[in-house]
């Protein structure tokens, strides 16, 4: 333990905390007449005690066992090897780590955890925390708190902007983007998880900026987006591919959208057609995309799922899905069952320890609310053309549906299906949410179509 919490770690933790929190009073107290803001001192410190307890967990129930304590220990390790041998640490950072060995610059100043380094995306974290990392002091927590920060600062940004182009009143949008548990804890600390969420919103505001139309550079825009995708391919590059498709749909189906319908119709079947040839080429063609093609995808998700379930060396409870072979039709006929067990699942009767039982309960609130949204027949302001007239909708249904059913297919283990599909819970929550309208947004939206109407006539 005094690894952890020696008196170097406590200082170094406690002095940058202290200098975040007066950071964040004086953002605060610099826009607090903007009524988006009162959620901001409550977001800032929920995600700071998240990414606490987060870190504690792992030292303390888990006993110091854990992915984020090696990717600590990594960025360590690459720190040292700066000072020992800076041409071997720039090797490091542009290069992909082999397989089957660490090379012996490393056993000057300690060799990194071998499972971590061996493994590309695991390692590319490592390199992102040594950043951070010299900054800490060595310090795990503080590492942990520059990862929370970060993320707090992110998070804030998608809600602004998704408060900007929902018309969801403001306390709902927060909910979804800011406050739902199992984000807030998988997705705060130093882990993979962190890093792709955080991704995917920056990913998701730039496609909006550019579809709406409402960016400064569009260079700036490019460059935030391809780093996004860099960093969803390094981290989990399947999360490339549940992306991309939504990407494509807007670009179908919304960027002729004001045009006359021949266009507009035109330009949907090439569209369609498109990508229905793409996609009956990405099946048949295995050789052309090697270990992405849809031949080794599913071998993956299929030997991940065995393994979850045969491999004694998995802790937790596990659950089955009603497919044997994953090949052709079972593929499709196992969809609905894999989309609900990703957003549902685990029941409360399913939970066998507290952090189980926890996601049981916040899973229960999201079916509650989901079950509202199909039997509540007064819309009030909101109407369906809204979810079929803004972007963001369809890149959420397409997000949520194709991420859905990837990570139920694949995780095995309740533990693990909590963990990946928090980057699907806003947008889920966004878009069972939309009936909730502000009505101001609602009247400064109707205003501004009457006056396009009328700068268009």
Not at 125 to 144: H, Q, R
Not at 330 to 356: C, H, K, Q, S, Y
Request: proline letters at 4%; one cysteine or more; a positive charge.
């Amino acid at each position: 333990m005094f690894e952890f919490f020696d008196s170097v770690d406590i200082v170094s933790f406690v002095g940058w905390l202290l200098i975040f929190i007066i950071i964040a009073h004086v953002i605060h107290a610099n826009n607090k007449q903007n009524p988006e803001y009162r959620f901001f001192l409550m977001h800032f410190y929920w995600k700071i005690g998240m990414g606490l307890a987060f870190g504690l967990v792992y030292i303390l129930y888990y006993e110091r066992h854990g992915d984020t304590v090696f990717y600590w220990q990594g960025a360590k390790k690459l720190n040292l090897l700066l000072f020992d041998n800076p041409r071997a640490y720039w090797h490091e950072l542009v290069s992909t780590p082999p397989r089957d060995y660490i090379p012996n610059y490393f056993f000057r100043v300690g060799k990194p955890p071998s499972w971590i380094y061996t493994e590309p995306n695991s390692w590319f974290v490592c390199k992102i925390a040594n950043f951070l990392s010299f900054f800490s002091f060595g310090s795990y927590l503080t590492l942990n708190l520059f990862f929370s920060v970060i993320s707090a600062s992110i998070s804030w940004k998608f809600f602004r902007y998704m408060n900007k182009v929902l018309l969801t009143k403001t306390s709902y949008v927060a909910l979804a983007c800011l406050f739902i548990p199992s984000v807030a804890f998988w997705c705060t600390g130093l882990i993979k998880d962190t890093i792709a969420i955080c991704a995917i919103f920056v990913l998701t505001m730039c496609i909006l900026k550019i579809i709406r139309k409402e960016y400064k550079s569009l260079a700036g825009i490019l460059f935030s987006l391809l780093l996004s995708y860099y960093l969803l391919y390094s981290i989990r590059p399947f999360l490339v591919i549940c992306t991309v498709i939504p990407l494509l749909m807007i670009l179908i189906f919304k960027v002729n959208k004001n045009k006359s319908f021949v266009i507009k119709f035109l330009t949907r079947i090439v569209g369609i057609s498109l990508a229905i040839g793409s996609i009956a080429y990405y099946f048949s063609s295995a050789a052309s995309f090697g270990e992405y093609s849809a031949e080794s995808v599913f071998q993956t998700a299929e030997v991940i799922q065995k393994d979850m379930l045969n491999n004694a060396g998995y802790t937790g409870k596990r659950y089955y899905l009603s497919i044997e072979e994953f090949v052709g039709v079972n593929l499709l006929l196992v969809a609905p069952e894999a989309i609900i067990t990703a957003l549902f699942r685990p029941f409360l009767w399913e939970a066998d320890g507290i952090f189980i039982l926890l996601n049981g309960l916040e899973n229960l609130f999201i079916l509650y609310l989901c079950i509202r949204f199909f039997v509540s027949r007064k819309q009030g302001l909101a109407n369906n053309t809204e979810l079929r007239d803004n972007a963001f909708y369809l890149y959420a249904l397409f997000l949520v549906l194709i991420l859905g059913y990837f990570v139920g297919l694949t995780s095995g283990l309740f533990g693990t299906l909590v963990r990946l599909k928090t980057p699907i819970m806003p947008f889920f929550l966004l878009i069972i949410l939309y009936k909730w309208v502000d009505p101001e947004k609602w009247l400064n939206q109707s205003k501004t179509r009457e006056s396009e109407k009328t700068v268009n006539q």
